[in-house]
């Protein structure tokens, strides 16, 4: 039988396979858990001044990446219908 894991607060990071020379695609992606909150993770190494290695990291909430996906709504010029449903209205008594 299966175990069932609480990921909450973990994650994990995976080599990226798509990435090229020369491309600016993140060494490492993966997924992290924050309070129950799904994240997306990605990391480049990369070295300071210093001559130190680090990695840097960027995280995106994976429930906002669908909002952003979607293009946005333009108004209707002035003078015209904003979508059909209005333009099709049959309560106008006529």
């Given at each position: 039988m299966e175990q069932e894991y609480d990921n909450?607060?973990?994650g994990v990071l995976f080599k990226n396979k798509?990435?090229?020379a020369g491309d600016k695609k993140p060494e490492y992606n993966g997924s992290l858990n924050v309070g129950g909150v799904e994240y997306f993770l990605?990391?480049?190494i990369k070295k300071s001044q210093a001559g130190e290695t680090f990695m840097s990291v960027s995280v995106?909430?994976?429930d906002k990446q669908k909002d952003s996906?979607?293009?946005a709504k333009r108004p209707a010029p002035a003078g015209q219908p904003s979508d059909i449903?209005?333009?099709m209205d049959d309560s106008i008594p006529f």
């Open positions: 909450t607060n973990r798509r990435k090229e990605d990391a480049w995106k909430r994976k996906a979607a293009p449903v209005d333009f």
